[in-house]
């Protein structure tokens, strides 16, 4: 039996290079190099790895697998569909289909460079290779760029050029300047001068354009934008464009990541540690272990480890959970980032032994690994039910039990979630509950342990309200509500929750935590309630919501 798309999928985000080869070697004995394509290209368009929707498929991280797979390591800057690009290449063997694309990806780098889009090629990695004949080539692009340009550039004339991203991005003309005339150098070493002042790069200068790498393809644009504006822009757009490169995974931003570790103190650092952990490649390894050591970042650090999915990664969390009983939380996390089998020993005893909030960690961790986690959730259902009874984080209990195959709920869960939502002090808890257990709210001993919570406490009618969700059922249920929220009953619910804001004491805290939640929001019930208590213009008028609510 040949490996399936979920397994074939988890091994590519893991960087298990030699088992992506093996794997899709054996698919391409099978029905050719074509039809591998498609599925591999398909594989791409999901949004999380096939049967493990905790784990989601980074396309940065899915062409570093390709680049390898088709042994284009050293020209890892060729910029286009790769997949797309080979795919009518007609074998049914791995090691003759990178022989077959040697000349096609010759050609597509021949005109890559005409086109003077050299950002990532390296010209000593193709020194030594079939591509070494282009070298010459590269060299001269890049140093035409400099010549080329007028007697006084704009600055984002300059970041177009490759030796004038490689010193915005690195800060130095060493860099990436190996085999340059020196035309180039001195000319590049008079432009740092003219535009050292212009460090951060100002905002109106460094939002996207397509004036700026226009020769390249849109994913790539969309690297070079980000990596420029993590090495050269002020604070709100460097920490939003380093989650952006580590949602895009690709190990080329790699270089820029780990040398804003070393430039950059305060609150960009955990950013910049979270995403060198979700690209995950084993050369960020030694540093994330050095920053173990630092007080401010040793728990980022850990959870970043876990992404790096290396046996010695998996060790250091180990290690790290014994030794300090702070990090065993953020070790908890790791072992879950590390999706490895491997770490399922630690998470049950975890589970087991620990109360609130780490168990519901290790039940998260337990389920991002798939399958193996999940069926060790199974056999400890007594535990699941123990924690969303009485962690301290039920909604994520919950949440995490509804993943689960089959699961029944039991009166006493059912009750506890009731509690969970009806709990109006935390307004916020409740949109959270709302918008991630809709299942469960169809449930209709939910809406009976609603009722019951809100009987004792407000004079509305209990029997009233039970009696409109039974008439009101059959001609609601066909209708889809917002958010998949379905029937009456939940309308019914909400205006009990309405009336309950106007008569708690925070009831000004309670209406802002609503409104904070555009979901609730669809509702004119809780609309007329939140305006009435922050004194407010009445929302059902046709303005959006940012114009009326200011938290």
């Not at 498929?57 to 390898?68: E, L, N, Q, W, Y």
């Not at 050299?118 to 282009?134: D, E, G, I, K, R």
């Not at 337990?366 to 969303?388: D, Q, T, Y």
């Not at 257990?437 to 009976?448: A, C, H, K, N, Y």
Request: glycine share 6%.
């Amino acid at each position: 039996m040949g490996v399936t798309r979920g397994e074939l999928a988890r091994y590519i985000m893991l960087r298990n290079y030699p088992m992506v080869g093996q794997q899709v070697n054996a698919k391409i004995r099978e029905m050719g190099w074509a039809k591998t394509a498609k599925l591999l290209a398909s594989l791409r368009e999901s949004r999380n790895v096939p049967g493990n929707p905790y784990f989601p498929v980074r396309k940065g991280t899915f062409r570093d697998s390709m680049i390898r797979l088709l042994g284009l390591e050293c020209i890892s800057g060729l910029d286009c569909d790769l997949l797309d690009v080979f795919r009518e290449v007609d074998v049914y063997d791995l090691m003759e289909l990178r022989r077959e694309i040697l000349d096609l990806s010759l050609d597509r780098l021949r005109n890559q460079i005409k086109r003077r889009n050299t950002f990532f090629l390296v010209s000593q990695n193709m020194a030594t290779t079939p591509y070494a004949v282009l070298v010459a080539d590269l060299l001269e692009a890049r140093s035409a760029e400099i010549s080329e340009l007028p007697s006084k550039p704009s600055l984002r004339e300059v970041f177009s050029t490759y030796y004038g991203f490689v010193v915005i991005t690195t800060g130095s003309i060493e860099k990436g300047f190996a085999g340059a005339s020196k035309e180039a150098i001195n000319g590049i070493e008079n432009l740092s001068c003219q535009f050292g002042d212009q460090v951060p790069i100002p905002a109106k200068i460094i939002k996207r354009s397509d004036s700026a790498f226009s020769n390249c393809t849109e994913y790539t644009k969309k690297l070079l934008w980000g990596l420029l504006r993590v090495a050269a822009s002020g604070y709100d757009k460097r920490s939003n464009a380093v989650r952006e490169l580590g949602e895009l995974g690709d190990e080329r931003a790699l270089p820029v990541l780990h040398s804003g570790l070393e430039s950059n103190r305060g609150w960009v650092m955990p950013s910049l540690i979270d995403a060198i952990g979700k690209i995950g490649d084993p050369s960020s390894l030694e540093l994330l272990q050095r920053l173990l050591n630092g007080r401010d970042t040793r728990k980022n650090a850990i959870v970043a480890l876990g992404g790096i999915r290396h046996e010695s990664a998996l060790s250091c969390i180990k290690r790290v959970m014994d030794s300090d009983r702070a990090a065993e939380t953020p070790g908890i996390k790791a072992l879950g980032e590390t999706r490895q089998p491997e770490a399922i020993p630690i998470l049950t005893k975890i589970l087991k032994s620990r109360r609130g909030g780490k168990r519901v960690h290790a039940m998260n961790s337990l389920l991002m690994i798939g399958k193996e986690g999940i069926c060790v959730l199974m056999r400890n259902r007594e535990i699941i039910s123990k924690a969303i009874r009485s962690s301290g984080a039920p909604g994520k209990a919950i949440e995490i039990a509804q993943a689960l195959p089959d699961f029944n709920w039991e009166n006493s869960e059912i009750e506890a979630i009731a509690k969970v939502i009806t709990k109006h002090s935390h307004m916020k808890g409740l949109a959270e509950a709302l918008r991630e257990i809709p299942e469960v709210l169809s449930d209709i001993r939910v809406i009976d342990a609603i009722i019951e919570v809100y009987k004792d406490a407000y004079s509305q009618d209990a029997t009233q309200i039970r009696g409109s969700y039974y008439s009101y059922r059959a001609r609601w249920k066909a209708r889809r509500a917002l958010r998949k929220i379905q029937g009456f009953e939940q309308a019914r619910v909400l205006d009990t929750i309405a009336q309950s804001i106007l008569s708690t004491e925070r009831s000004t805290r309670a209406a802002r935590r609503i409104a904070e939640s555009r979901y609730l929001m669809q509702y004119s019930n809780l609309r007329q309630v939140v305006a009435k208590v922050l004194k407010i213009p009445d929302p059902r008028i046709q303005t959006p919501y940012e114009a009326w609510y200011r938290p």
